[in-house]
């Protein structure tokens, strides 16, 4: 199965990266993954979609610059996608946002079809995981409504069709969890993920 | 009189949100408004927060001198309009990075020791007001459980005021709109703003 793993934390040593780490070392001590990880914050991705790429976005070659179309060719590839990032003001971090408004284009998140109506093309992906750390508690992030996950889950799902699968794990009031409860939280992930992995790829 | 702060963000001058932009710029500026206006593209914001910002989280805002001028404007407003075009169901990156970059420690929020939750500091802010476009319908944003709508007006809301009233005016399907759906829209929007103010 290809796995392509996206980290949306800007520091190497914060928790989310090691989440992202540890994910990677359990995905790869698995035959059957072939696992892509992409690092935004140390690829120096471009957070916003420039002007070029906006015009571009309305024509049929939207994909303008080197770096998009390396990602775009990774997600036309991929069986599962998994996102690791902290959850900011509720939502995806801007680079992370940014990832999905200048990869996810036409020609690969989704493409029209004959009578002009917008279709899912990403159905290759069959799994959709994210991973987020939240510094509010789990009662704050449902009142005031946990939008990266829905961007992730409802909206980006939407271009890759109905079979695909969800999985969400999240920690939450991080900054009053002990050290324990995050180690735990780690393995614990990793070992869901692979376990989810492990089953559909029979 | 109102003292607004318009937060500006499309990267095409001569786009749509550019039109909504104009028009409500010059109604606000003619029903005696005071409009600061910031176009996030056009000043080349940078809305990636680094590494070595993120370890200054807990920080005083001195520590980001860069901004300076965001804290500044962000006290001293009474109302935020934002007017944006939602992409993915949701702010475009270069605003949520402004978000995620200015709404800082000491100016939006403080963080009381032991607690897991921020408490408001922008209470003098009494309006938010998104001015948006959606390509998609009002169905397809609400099944995507209206993301960007969310982060507008709970989540930065309760930073700010306690009365602060949060108002979503909306153009939906966009795509698939007529040449008089967005001039209709055009001829209104001052007013619906400046009625949002009130």
């Known amino acids: ?202 | 009189m109102t003292k607004t702060l318009m937060i500006y963000v499309h990267p095409v001058e001569g786009s749509f949100n550019s039109c909504v932009r104009d028009a409500v710029v010059k109604y606000l500026s003619k029903h005696d408004h005071e409009v600061r206006l910031r176009d996030l593209y056009a000043e080349n914001f940078d809305p990636f927060l680094s590494a070595n910002e993120r370890a200054l989280h807990h920080t005083p805002p001195t520590t980001r001198p860069e901004l300076a001028r965001d804290v500044e404007d962000l006290r001293w407003c009474e109302a935020i309009v934002f007017i944006y075009p939602t992409w993915w169901s949701g702010l475009p990156a270069m605003l949520k990075g402004w978000i995620d970059r200015t709404w800082m420690n000491e100016v939006a929020w403080v963080l009381p020791a032991g607690a897991n939750t921020i408490r408001p500091r922008l209470t003098n802010i009494k309006r938010l007001v998104a001015v948006t476009t959606h390509g998609s319908s009002k169905f397809v944003n609400a099944l995507q459980g209206e993301p960007g709508k969310r982060i507008i007006s709970r989540s930065i809301r309760v930073m700010c005021n306690k009365l602060c009233r949060a108002r979503w005016i909306a153009l939906y399907g966009i795509d698939n709109s007529t040449l008089a759906d967005r001039e209709k829209h055009l001829a209104t929007i001052g007013q619906r703003v400046a009625r949002a103010l009130r």
């Open chain 1, 1 to 202: 199965m290809n796995v392509v793993v996206v980290l949306g934390h800007p520091s190497a040593d914060s928790y989310c990266a090691a989440i992202f780490e540890r994910i990677i070392l359990a995905l790869e001590s698995q035959s059957a993954h072939s696992v892509t990880a992409i690092r935004l914050a140390d690829e120096k991705f471009v957070t916003a979609m420039s002007t070029a790429e906006r015009v571009a976005y309305e024509t049929a070659t939207p994909l303008i610059s080197d770096e998009t179309k390396r990602h775009a060719e990774v997600l036309l590839q991929a069986d599962a996608l998994i996102f690791v990032y902290p959850t900011w003001w509720s939502g995806l971090p801007a680079q992370l946002k940014g990832w999905l408004e200048r990869v996810f284009v036409l020609g690969v998140a989704f493409r029209f079809n004959d009578n002009g109506k917008i279709r899912p093309n990403l159905q290759n992906v069959r799994h959709i995981i994210g991973v987020s750390t939240y510094g509010s508690p789990w009662r704050y992030v449902k009142l005031i409504n946990d939008n990266g996950r829905r961007t992730l889950t409802r909206a980006i799902r939407m271009s890759t069709g109905l079979r695909t699968r969800t999985m969400w794990r999240g920690i939450y009031a991080l900054d009053t969890c002990s050290q324990q409860q995050r180690e735990e939280f780690i393995a614990d992930t990793a070992e869901k993920i692979v376990k989810r992995l492990e089953k559909s790829s029979r």
